[in-house]
């Protein structure tokens, strides 16, 4: 059975410090792996994916990685700004299917 | 860029009642999906569509949900007779399919509250 795991539940920190979100997951046979953002009372943004084949993939100031043998993705954010303020999920498909599994997430919050 | 967009934001039942949660999906994605989030819980997968018809369903999703495609436009997800755990944020979502790999792309939700 495919678990998600994100740490830390729950990150605090000043504005221009680089990041790391850690995203964990129990079986290894995946497709890919979605990063989202949530901001409160919303829907959730598409922010990365990462396919099974690739070991990163960038977007502005966003890196994702992935190491599939060892069941984990961490996402990179560069120079945070207040705006980064949200919750992040990472979430993978079960084999064969469109059935996302998602973490629990963790909550930023970037302080000016 | 084009959206998925949900309606209404925010729905207020009386437990027992049916609600409808309404999706208007991505026009040229083909792969709809209805997922949730109980407040302070993780987002769950409720049911798949595709072509007509579902085509996964998760243990939640009992005979007590359904959805449909009425038109060529709008995606509905129907609760016949709520219960208060139904209480959360329903969120639509759609991919363009093709591969595995086509991302999701969510609405903001509809917050359902039943009382």
């Known amino acids: 059975k495919q678990e998600v795991t994100q740490i830390p539940a729950a990150l605090s920190v000043p504005e221009g410090e680089n990041l790391v979100l850690n995203c964990s997951f129990t079986d290894s046979a995946i497709y890919n792996l979605q990063w989202f953002r949530q901001d409160p009372g919303k829907g959730l943004t598409s922010l990365l994916l990462i396919q099974s084949s690739q070991r990163e993939q960038t977007s502005g100031r966003l890196n994702a990685s992935l190491d599939k043998s060892s069941g984990r993705s961490t996402l990179y954010i560069a120079a945070s700004q207040p705006g980064d303020s949200a919750t992040y999920l990472c979430a993978v498909p079960l084999p064969g299917t469109y059935k996302y599994i998602f973490g629990t997430g963790t909550r930023l919050k970037v302080l000016a | 860029e084009p959206e998925v967009t949900q309606t209404p934001s925010h729905q207020v039942t009386q437990m027992g009642q049916e609600v409808i949660l309404r999706c208007v999906p991505i026009s040229n994605h083909l792969y709809f999906y209805w997922y949730r989030q109980i407040l302070g819980q993780k987002v769950e997968f409720l049911v798949s569509?595709?072509?007509?018809?579902?085509?996964?369903k998760s243990e939640i999703f009992d005979d007590q949900f359904s959805v449909e495609r009425p038109d060529g436009s709008n995606f509905t997800l129907k609760i016949r007779s709520t219960k208060l755990e139904d209480s959360a944020m329903y969120f639509c979502a759609s991919t363009h399919g093709g591969s595995y790999n086509s991302p999701l792309h969510f609405g903001n939700g509809t917050r359902l509250t039943v009382t």
């Open positions: 569509f595709y072509n007509n018809e579902i085509s996964e």
